[in-house]
């Protein structure tokens, strides 16, 4: 079983920059992190929950045009940890965001608010 644990969000004006983190944690077989894509979703309320960035294992990415030149999604292999650099903030980037395998998924974790706001 693996279980992510997402951190970093918060309250940030327009323009500003936050580093989320997630955290893969399980049994060495069951995680196996390094050869997974693995990918940042966000849920605005009332919205549904949408992919806006993917790393491969081959470190390589893509990302939802809505934050394409703003956000920057990296992977360490021998942390089991993905983060998501996000600049030049806009008040529509409020969500939860999550952190997920692409797949197989694993269970979500709680997400980590971030709230873009002056």
């Known amino acids: 079983q693996v279980q992510v644990v997402e951190s970093g969000g918060g309250l940030v004006q327009p323009g500003g920059s936050l580093r989320l983190s997630c955290a893969a944690s399980g049994s060495a077989s069951g995680t196996n992190f390094s050869i997974y894509p693995w990918g940042w979703y966000r849920q605005a309320p009332g919205k549904q929950r949408d992919l806006v960035a993917q790393?491969?294992?081959?470190?390589?990415?893509n990302y939802a045009d809505s934050v394409k030149g703003r956000f920057t999604i990296s992977r360490d292999n021998a942390k089991n940890t993905v983060y998501l650099q996000m600049n030049s903030l806009k008040p529509e980037d409020t969500a939860v965001y999550y952190c997920?395998?692409?797949?197989?998924?694993?269970?979500w974790g709680q997400g980590t608010q971030v709230t873009v706001a002056s």
């Open positions: 790393i491969a294992a081959s470190s390589s990415t």
């Open positions: 997920n395998r692409l797949s197989p998924r694993v269970s």
